[in-house]
Nanobody
């Protein structure tokens, strides 16, 4: 079993930056593909970013491409999401997810483990 705990969310103004962290425990995630998803009020959970086990083969949603960056530190068993130039429409609960086989995917259904989420609120 893998436990995931997100942190780093908060209330910021438009144009600000945040870095979210996803700390894993229970087992090493060095061989896992990892993803970030988000869910805004009244909307379905949507893909944000994903990365393969080595940190390569990254994928991004079009809505955040060029502003967000996913990275990982396997020695720390942690995955990050750097978010720059935040917009009010980025307001959501952000979740990290782990997939124990395969590459980073945009498909929410293929992930095996999920964190509880961290709230990001961007004011205009």
């Amino acid at each position: 079993q893998v436990q995931l705990v997100e942190s780093g969310g908060g209330l910021v103004q438009a144009g600000d930056s945040l870095r979210l962290s996803c700390a894993a425990s229970g087992r090493s995630i060095s061989s896992y593909a990892m993803g970030w998803f988000r869910q805004a009020p009244g909307k379905e959970r949507e893909f944000v970013a994903a990365t393969g086990w080595s940190g390569s083969n990254t994928r991004y949603a079009d809505s955040i491409k060029g502003r967000f960056a996913i990275s990982r530190d396997n020695a720390k068993n942690t995955v990050y999401l750097r978010m720059n130039s935040l917009k009010p429409e980025d307001t959501a609960v952000y979740y990290c997810a782990a997939r124990d086989r395969g590459s980073g995917s945009v498909d929410i259904r293929v992930y095996d483990y999920w964190g509880q989420g961290t709230q990001v609120t961007v004011s205009s």
